[in-house]
């Protein structure tokens, strides 16, 4: 089956793409809020190794929580999944948020422990909405989940924007690492909070929205029953189905990945690369350089914009890789970026591990959107979400791994 936009009878096509930006946005707004503000919490931990540590306690309740989802997605209520999720999100930013406050800034192994806590709280979001989403936008435009994961990647760029703006408006104020921190929590919990009213009240009116679920409904669907009964339609059966059942038969999960198993292992390694690296090398074993405190921002803010500019670079129809041939050769060949931070990090100056990070992040978001805009084609709407759950948990996965294998960078270090 191809996918032909022009067939679909609707407006609103640009304002349902911006709200998924924005949804996506949301769904990694508070963790890199968290990520960005990391040489805080290097500074009030300076030997618990925040940056690793911090991101371990978050993928493993990311992962559990998506695993689960997925085993039951087809008769998830997706609607009360993504509220629960973006809710989560925005207490756990105000938890941090007070735990900042009532430590006045100073640390401490209890304040540390409640921090990885707040991690793990916003990992179970993590996995409610990211699987959530991206399974529900995997049977809709391609451009829909192209947005969506755009947005995944604006929110780094955008925190690590800010990120820059605060360190240099606080820099020479006391406590002024402190207070930029403060400000991002702060911006962050109220930008989830406005993600959860925006998810509950416009994006299932959204004509766009309506289209594709109510198609999907009429597929079989039973994740989308909730949302549509938001939108004030209800969902009617079609008497022909029960006189042919097979008509909403759809393929079990187990078949879905047997079929697309590259794509999964594809999207696994694309992160165990990633992750390895960033940020926990970025932030901890790339020395000291003439650019001083301001080096692991510029690092950060340049690894999460090239990022968001590779996943628009699929919309652009001869730059997409579509063969999965192709795709595959593109992911294991950019394991060569592991010798090369090595090298560059013992030899090179700091000019040339922005370049290398810059190619971290703009290789990352491209191959990711391009997995994901192929992987649903030709599809029922059933299948399509159930498929979008699996990747997901696949990525988080290569998240978790690559988290775990960035321990490695420490051997012969000490601790």
Not at 71 to 99: C, D, P, Q, W
Not at 194 to 203: E, S
Not at 220 to 241: E, F, M, R, W
Not at 335 to 351: E, H, N, S, V
């Amino acid at each position: 089956m191809t996918f032909n936009e022009e067939n679909v009878p609707i407006k609103g096509k640009h304002t349902a793409l911006f709200v998924c930006w924005i949804l996506g946005n949301g769904s990694l707004f508070a963790w890199n809020s968290m990520l960005t503000t990391l040489d805080y919490y290097i500074t009030i931990f300076p030997h618990y190794h925040p940056s690793r540590v911090l991101t371990i306690a978050y993928q493993p309740f990311a992962l559990g929580t998506t695993a689960i989802m997925t085993y039951h997605e087809a008769k998830m209520n997706t609607r009360l999944r993504n509220l629960v999720g973006f809710s989560l999100f925005a207490i756990s930013s105000v938890v941090v948020l007070v735990l900042n406050l009532v430590s006045f800034g100073k640390g401490g192994i209890l304040i540390y422990i409640l921090m990885c806590g707040a991690s793990a709280a916003f990992g179970v979001a993590d996995g409610l909405v990211q699987g959530g989403m991206v399974g529900d936008l995997s049977f809709m435009s391609p451009k829909c989940i192209q947005s969506f994961m755009a947005g995944l990647a604006a929110s780094g760029a955008i925190t690590s924007g800010l990120r820059l703006l605060t360190k240099a408006a606080f820099e020479d104020s006391k406590g002024g690492l402190r207070k930029g921190a403060l400000l991002f929590l702060a911006i962050s919990a109220a930008f989830e909070l406005a993600c959860f009213f925006i998810y509950k009240y416009l994006f299932p009116k959204l004509p766009m929205i309506r289209y594709y679920r109510s198609k999907a409904a009429a597929e079989g669907s039973k994740t989308v029953s909730a949302d549509l009964a938001a939108a004030g339609i209800q969902v009617q059966t079609n008497p022909s189905d029960e006189g042919d059942p097979k008509r909403l038969e759809r393929l079990s999960t187990k078949q879905l990945l047997s079929q697309n198993v590259d794509y999964a292992i594809g999207i696994f390694l694309i992160y165990a690369l990633t992750l390895s690296i960033f940020p926990g090398f970025l932030n901890e074993d790339t020395g000291s350089h003439s650019l001083g405190s301001w080096y692991l921002l510029v690092l950060t803010a340049m690894y999460n914009v090239l990022d968001l500019i590779g996943r628009y670079i699929p919309l652009i129809k001869c730059l997409r890789i579509e063969s999965r041939i192709g795709l595959m050769l593109s992911i294991l060949a950019r394991y060569l970026l592991i010798p090369a931070f090595y090298f560059t990090a013992k030899y090179g100056d700091q000019g040339w591990m922005i370049i290398l990070t810059s190619f971290l992040g703009v290789t990352n978001g491209h191959l990711t959107v391009c997995i994901l805009m192929a992987a649903p084609r030709g599809y029922k709407g059933p299948e399509q979400n159930a498929l979008g759950n699996v990747l997901v948990l696949f990525l988080i996965g290569g998240l978790l791994a690559g988290l775990s294998l960035g321990w490695l960078w420490l051997i012969g270090k000490g601790w």
